[in-house]
């Protein structure tokens, strides 16, 4: 049925996004340093960019609102 072509279609991109970001991904150590780091500080940052990925997404949570950036992921995962 075409339903479930469309919902197996839509599994499939972001299965693809993920092993993408699993391509770029850092590792375990390059994680738990600034984790670390976070944790034993006096006063630690309230939240704390692990890897390329979490620093673009900060930045574009702080500039682009919600809906519009729930789009532009839609819109990477052919969600539209």
Same mark, same amino acid.
Request: aromatic share 6%; hydrophobic share 45%; charged share 30%.
């Given at each position: 049925?075409?339903?479930?072509?469309?919902?197996? &279609?839509? $599994? %499939?991109?972001?299965? +693809? #996004?993920?092993?993408?970001? +699993?391509? =770029?991904? $850092?590792?375990?150590?390059?994680?738990?340093?600034p984790v670390i780091e976070a944790?034993?500080? &006096? #006063? /630690? *940052?309230?939240?704390? /960019?692990?890897? /390329?990925?979490? *620093? =673009?997404?900060?930045?574009? &949570? =702080?500039?682009?609102?919600? *809906? =519009?950036?729930? &789009? $532009?992921?839609? %819109?990477?995962? %052919?969600? *539209?």
């Amino acid at each position: 049925d075409s339903a479930q072509r469309e919902y197996a &279609r839509l $599994i %499939g991109a972001f299965a +693809a #996004k993920v092993d993408e970001a +699993a391509a =770029r991904g $850092i590792s375990a150590a390059e994680c738990a340093a600034p984790v670390i780091e976070a944790l034993e500080a &006096r #006063k /630690p *940052r309230l939240r704390v /960019p692990v890897g /390329p990925d979490a *620093r =673009r997404n900060l930045f574009l &949570r =702080r500039w682009i609102s919600d *809906r =519009r950036l729930d &789009r $532009i992921v839609s %819109g990477s995962l %052919g969600w *539209r």
